[in-house]
Every structure is written in C-alpha cells, then in structure tokens.
C-alpha cells in the first residue's frame, strides 16, 4: 500500500489564500472584504491549525490531521492572538485529491 503524495504546507497556505480571494467576494459582507483589504498586509494571519473535531459534522465524514488541513485567514492583534476570522477552511493534503470547505465567519 502506497502512501499518497501530499501537499506541503505552504502549497496548502497558498492554496487557502488563492481560494479565499477567489470567493471572498461572494461569500463576505463588503465591510468584511472592506477590513481584509485595509489591515491584512499589517495584521494578517494565514495559518495551518489542527482540525476542529466539528468538522465530521460539516462534511459528513470522519476527518483526521492527516488527511486533511484547517486553515484560518484573518487578523491578529499586536500579541499575535486571533482577533478576527474571515475564513477557516477545510482542505485536503493529498495532492490527487481536490476537496475544500470554507466556513465563512466562523465564531
């Protein structure tokens, strides 16, 4: 039994901030997209983090950290603490597999 490929950590980064761009307009109030666009070069946080144990939940089936990244965007404040979320998304290591899940404005 072969072990898949997997993408590195920076391709996922990439990956979630390529997407998070892509349909941030869709999914975000223009105030959202409004305060990402002013404070994200100074403050933003685009970071990997275990996943949430809600997530089977979301996607219906059992996610595991190592078949799957969350990824959070946002902002953070001069402690380097989470103080706000844009994203937290959901995102496959395989490289031959194309699964992501956004949750916009998590709490």
Sequence with gaps: ??????HSVDTLLNTALELFMELASDNLPEHEIALFNQAYNDRGLLAEAEPGDDWDADVG??????DYAEIWIGLENSEQEVEHL?????????????FCHIEWLPD
């Design 61 to 66: 089936f059992e996610v595991t950290d190592a």
């Design 86 to 98: 844009f994203a937290r998304m959901l995102i496959a290591r395989a490289v031959d597999e194309k």
């Design 1 to 6: 039994m072969s072990i898949p490929l997997q």
